[in-house]
């Protein structure tokens, strides 16, 4: 097998589609080489010889020497030079480089190859003694961390040490004798430290330093990374040797990084940096300050040091010419390192530059109409979940975070805001103009109002389909939920944090539902903007994709705000959510208490006026578009009071004794609500629940298109289904309802009445149930839940102890599980579809605005996914590119 590949002199073996093999800085440097652009000469390790070496108790393949040995006689070749020559010594760089990006995760290694001899030819070669003393002990400085282990402290520790005894402040002030100096205290340090000398054979040093490169592969900061980042372990890491090109040597030396385009604006300039007589480490390091490549940045900056482009007027033209060659060739703006040895130009690095969705949108427009990119291109060029950062107000990441505390990020967006502990708090603030973060254990439907009325939300319990999670999302306000780290004494009203910081109720704080982070006090924000750019990029997509995009809606504000994020529909009006507000909740638990069936039915027919002008505004705003209602799904007793002071206050509003009141409270008690007396078994207990639903839904249907004149494309749906007669019972009731609403209003009503997929059971039996159903809604959320059999309120206290520990890889409940609930959803997609061959599929659970799980959804061949408003822009994309 081949081990190496060579670039330099204007030609590769490798190209960049060799990404896998030769990592990323490889096989661009194997691009750049072959474009006839200034490479200095080197080689890579292919990733497999990481793989190798991990496999082999950390030892190199045999056949790797005579390839590495092959590719240094060509360098040499290349530079005139030799590899621990007497006289112009060749030096290298040996650094990692990853399929993925791991910035700054693993090590490197400059300078190598210098010795006590070679530093004498080094220094003579260049005219400059100092530059090459310099290099020599910033190489051993380098080495010994990378290599033997030693901390760099402690060489920082004597290099001040020496600087304080010649009354220096800066390390520039240190001539060539001194730094020969401080050399000769750095091996005596090594020698004291580790019982050895400082290797003085360039290929001892080399070997060394190839197989320490590898062994970063396995440190913990990339470990960590690679598992933020879903970086599969077998991947490896390729390293490169090349040719040390020097930015140190003078005032006609520099380097630099630049974008071939603004990165955070996506404007077409070329945007960067460059430090003179620098190394790339100087300018990491941020001493000194870095100047602007060109004299617009320099402008726009207000700095008064002299730009490259003013300052090296000639190879900024030449490194300019290249920028723009790199971006027609690649197609797509770069990210580049250079540096500039005594006025020659060398390039070090291209990759594709990372950039702000702002940036990304700009650039994928601008690049369709330069005729660069096709539209499709440009559509799969951003990614959907980032749109995020466009529609809420994000934490200006120039700020300092005051961490609290944290959990998962369930809603995106930041807020700032004073706690409070009650929904009722957070009502009465709003109604003082004041901004609150409502702050609970975990939120019940009973919250709803004090939801409505915070700025954001924050639970220390539940995972990402909680109520509060769904319901913050639903709004489009910032949550975190789950933050296990802080604890909630209601009593007391206090909120404790990381190291056990108290917070109490009017405390400022301020949480970030993108991350989960939770923070001290008010921090700056960035407004989101919409730019014009947005709108052409959806267009695009929304030409190129096959799937309908829905959205879950429970409200009028929600069905609004969700069609202008461009929503085509309702895929899931959850009619329990309505149940909640004002009086209504008074009548919902009349209907509960009812001791018989006459007493429901009093109580149902104060709820129908209620459902009806709901619904009618609900169809009114979707205009035609199709409406998906459900009948209520969750078990009773979430309607009634909890705690003894809620039972009394209920209790005295309906005018009943409290003990009767907690008798009936604890006759609904369940082990197991979420498998309990809830969804289409609440309609077959009581049908007249169903009964008076329906006929909301019809009187408004009526209503709505009496009022648009357009008819309602009207689906209703009946939850957690398992057995084709529950569904075809409750189908009897509402078919009965509609003829009765035919006949009283006398306009036909045209409706499908279709179930939620939510139960194995109703995935196996799919060719059954389709005898009834006509649409399947897939309800990932509770299919998930009972497919695993964790329950989805409290999975948050051990899925990432799953993640951690590689049991799995992403939680289920963020992301569809393909291999199990995927199956299951396309059996029944299939075995539906055998029995009724038009039969429409959609899904509405939680997953239906996760792009990985949409892209699944677009392979099932489902219809439409249906999400809740403010992921509506990410579906459209995530779509879109599914059908790519
Ligand atoms: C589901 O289970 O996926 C679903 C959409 O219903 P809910 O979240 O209301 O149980
Ligand atoms: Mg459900």
């Known amino acids: 097998s081949k081990w190496v590949y060579r670039f330099g002199g204007g030609e590769a073996e490798g190209r960049a589609a060799d990404v896998e093999r030769l990592g990323g800085k490889g096989a661009h440097l194997a691009e750049m080489a072959s474009l006839g652009l200034p490479v200095p000469p080197g080689l890579t390790i292919i990733c497999d010889a990481c793989t190798h070496y991990f496999h082999n108790q950390k030892t190199l393949p045999e056949d790797l020497k005579p390839e590495v040995l092959q590719g240094i006689a060509a360098m040499e070749q290349l530079t005139g030079r030799v590899f621990g020559g007497r006289s112009r010594p060749l030096l290298l760089s040996v650094r990692s480089g990853a399929r993925a990006s791991m910035p700054g995760m693993m090590d490197t290694v400059l300078n190598l190859g210098l010795n006590d001899e070679t530093v004498q030819a080094l220094g003579h070669d260049a005219g400059d003694a100092r530059f090459a003393w310099d290099s020599y002990r910033r190489f051993i400085q380098m080495y010994a961390d990378v290599v033997m282990g030693l901390d760099h402290e402690i060489f920082e520790e004597i290099l001040e040490d020496e600087k304080a005894r010649l009354g220096h402040d800066y390390d520039t002030e240190l001539s060539a004798v001194e730094w020969q100096h401080v050399v000769g205290l750095y091996k005596q340090m090594i020698k004291e430290e580790l019982g050895e000398g400082f290797p003085q054979d360039p290929h001892v040093q080399l070997w060394k330093a190839i197989a320490a490169v590898f062994s970063s592969w396995m440190n913990h900061r990339a470990i960590t990374f690679r598992m933020l980042h ?518 036909n009503i045209a409706y499908q009445a279709g179930t939620m997929i939510e139960l194995p059971r109703a995935a196996l039996r799919a060719h059954v149930i389709a005898e009834t159903a006509e649409f399947f809604s897939f309800g990932t959320n509770d299919l998930t839940q009972t497919t695993f059999g964790i329950s989805r309120d409290d999975a948050a206290s051990f899925i990432p102890t799953y993640q951690r520990k590689g049991i799995i890889e992403h939680d289920p409940f963020v992301s569809l599980d393909f291999d199990g609930v995927g199956e299951l959803i396309q059996i029944a997609a299939e075995r539906g579809r055998r029995t009724r061959k038009d039969l429409k599929l959609g899904i509405c659970g939680e997953h239906g605005g996760d792009p990985a799980s949409i892209r699944f959804c677009e392979h099932a061949d489902l219809d439409y996914v249906s999400c809740s408003p403010f992921r509506v822009p990410i579906a459209r994309l995530a779509a879109a590119q599914a059908a790519i």
């Open 230 to 747: 879903r970086i599969p372990e077998e991947w490896g890491t390729a390293v490169n040797v090349q040719a040390m090109v020097f930015g140190n040597l003078g005032s006609s030396s520099a380097t630099g990084v630049a974008f071939t385009r603004n990165p955070s604006t996506g404007d077409k300039s070329l945007y960067g940096e460059f430090l003179v007589n620098a190394q790339g480490e100087d300018v990491v390091a941020g001493i000194r300050t870095p100047q602007s490549i060109t004299e617009e940045g320099r402008l726009a900056s207000g700095s008064d040091k002299p730009s490259m482009e003013k300052l090296m007027p000639e190879t900024f033209k030449e490194f300019r010419q290249i920028c723009e060659r790199l971006e027609a060739h690649y197609r797509d703006m770069q990210d580049v390192e250079f540096t500039v040895q005594q006025g020659k130009l060398w390039m070090l690095q291209t990759r594709c530059g990372k950039r702000t969705t702002r940036a990304a949108l700009k650039v994928a427009v601008d690049m369709v109409e330069e005729g660069l990119i096709s539209q499709e291109e440009a559509v799969c060029r951003i990614e959907p979940a980032s749109l995020d950062q466009l529609l809420h107000p994000t934490i200006d990441p120039r700020v300092e975070r005051h961490v609290l505390g944290a959990g998962l990020p369930a809603s995106p967006g930041a807020a700032t805001g004073e706690i409070v502990f009650t929904p009722e708090q957070a009502v009465d603030a709003e109604e003082e103009g004041r901004k609150v973060i409502l702050v609970r254990i975990e939120t019940s439907p009973e919250d709803i109002h004090g939801m409505h009325a915070a700025q954001g939300i924050l639970t220390t319990r539940g995972g990402m389909t909680s109520h509060a999670a769904v319901v913050a999302r639903g709004m489009g306000i910032p949550c975190v939920v789950g933050a296990g780290s802080m604890r909630v004494d209601l009593r007391n009203e206090v909120l404790t944090g990381v190291g056990g910081v108290t917070l109490r109720r009017g405390d400022v704080i301020t949480i970030d539902g993108s991350s989960g982070q939770v923070l001290k006090g008010a921090v700056s924000m960035i407004q989101p903007a919409l730019s014009g750019d947005f709108g052409k990029l959806m267009v695009w997509a929304d030409g190129t994709r096959r799937m309908a995009v829905r959205t879950n809606a429970d409200t009028p504000q929600d069905a609004r705000a969700a069609r202008s994020f461009g929503a085509e529909g309702i895929g899931l009006c959850r009619t329990e959510h309505m149940f909640f507000e004002g009086e209504r909740i008074h009548a919902m638990r009349e209907m509960i208490l009812a001791e018989d069936e006459t007493g429901r039915r009093a109580a149902l027919a104060k709820l129908l006026p209620f459902q009806r002008s709901d619904f009618t505004e609900i169809f009114s705003i979707m205009h035609g578009l199709p409406v998906t209602i459900r009948l209520l799904d969750p078990p009773l007793h979430e309607f009634l009071p909890k705690t003894e002071a809620e039972i009394a206050d209920v209790a005295r509003a309906m005018d009943m004794p409290p003990a009767f009141l907690a008798r009936r409270i604890d006759a609904l008690h369940e082990f197991n609500p979420m498998l309990g007396h809830r969804g289409c078994r609440l309609a077959i207990s009581y049908p007249e629940i169903a009964e008076i639903q329906a006929r909301a839904i019809f009187e408004a249907a009526v209503a709505a298109a009496k009022e648009t004149g357009e008819p309602v494309e009207l689906e209703i749906l009946v939850p957690l289904v398992g057995l084709r007669a529950e569904l075809d019972y409750v189908k009897g009731v509402i078919d009965r309802v509609a003829d009765q609403v035919t006949q009283e209003t006398g306009r």
